[in-house]
């Protein structure tokens, strides 16, 4: 199919290179540890050209074990900050899951992030899916989250302003948000007020169609579409924020059984095209693919799967696929 090249400013392209993935029952998807030297290799054919920006996402949380003062390593992919060399900076996400509600803890620690790895990040992410409370591997289960949040992005954003990371952008994301939920963007702004929207520089949103519920193919562009046209007017803009950039912070689409590698490639190509053609009037910055290696291959579990590679690094479609949207619409 020959596509029409964007008009639109270049996304900002990513990728979460590690291998570790939260599944729907509160636990991991596990397997081989992550290799440092296939993980760079890979990261450098994905970004092209190494001048060109990329970002490398990374998670690391804070709980109630947490010890003040650092240093605070990220927990997947370990290391994370090795891979934010050239023009590569880490795209950081700090959790919240603190049983307690430690909500200074969690302030003090993303000063403590601010200052670890201000110098090679250039997205910090405050808190993760803080909208999903079901599930204990997500931010949103676990109490005083919306305080955390609401507090967190004005706290990082002052340290960071404080140190002259003028660089680093502080934002916060969520899952797509439909009927009552529509409203949770609003009611986070309306917490936080001016504190915290004047301290915010974008917002993400991790999407995973036809992963958990089946799109007819010739139905997935106009799905996305859709959703992203909603997030942007029917969430974001009812809660002031209409204005900020949407970078897409998390989608992928598994291997697997009656899941098959050629789909998967498909599904990167209508996904990263219909946000690039988007990317003018829906304001949207970037685009984060999740992820870039398998958990475990051997695995038939869809978590264990979402990898452009297999678990040993071996490039199914989707990889190149990946590589040739970035080198199309990527700055």
């Given amino acids: 199919m020959t596509r029409t090249p964007s008009t639109s400013a270049p996304l900002l392209f990513g990728i979460y290179p590690g291998g570790a993935t939260g599944d729907d029952a509160g636990g991991l998807a ?21 001048d060109r920006p990329f970002l490398v996402r990374a998670y690391t949380h804070f709980d109630d074990t947490t010890r003040p003062g650092g240093p605070h390593p990220t927990a997947t992919p370990a290391g994370a900050e090795r891979y934010a060399t050239g023009a590569r900076r880490l795209d950081l996400v700090a959790q919240y899951r603190s049983a307690a509600g430690d909500v200074d803890g969690y302030c003090a620690f993303l000063g403590e992030l601010v200052e670890q790895y201000g110098p090679v990040t250039r997205t910090l992410q405050v808190t993760e899916e803080p909208d999903v409370t079901t599930n204990p591997v997500l931010d949103g ?61 974008y917002v993400g949103l991790d999407f995973f169609p036809d992963v958990f519920r089946p799109v007819a193919a010739d139905g997935l562009a106009p799905a996305v579409a859709g959703l992203l046209r909603h997030h942007r007017e029917a969430v974001l803009a009812p809660a002031g924020l209409g204005h900020l950039p949407l970078h897409i ?8 059984p009656e899941r098959h590698p050629e789909r998967q490639a498909e599904v990167v190509e209508t996904v990263v095209t219909a946000v690039a053609e988007l990317a003018g009037p829906l304001r949207l910055s970037g685009y984060t693919h ?28 989707a990889f190149d696929a990946l590589r040739v949207l970035v080198a199309r619409h990527g700055g």
């Fill in 30 to 50: 596990v397997g081989p540890p992550d290799d440092p030297a296939q993980v760079s290799t890979a990261l450098d054919l994905l970004q092209g050209s190494p």
């Fill in 141 to 201: 289960y676990h109490p005083r989250v919306r305080e955390a949040l609401v507090r967190g992005v004005p706290a990082a954003a002052a340290r960071a302003r404080a140190l002259g990371h003028t660089h680093l952008r502080i934002g916060f994301n969520t899952t797509p948000l439909f009927g009552p939920a529509t409203g949770f963007v609003a009611e986070l702004t309306a917490l936080g007020g001016r504190e915290f929207t004047d301290a915010l520089d």
């Fill in 249 to 256: 912070t998390e989608h992928g689409w598994p291997t697997g």
């Fill in 290 to 317: 999740f992820a870039l290696r398998d958990a475990d291959s051997s695995r038939p579990s869809l978590f264990h799967r979402f990898g452009l590679t297999t678990d040993d690094y071996a490039p199914k479609p």
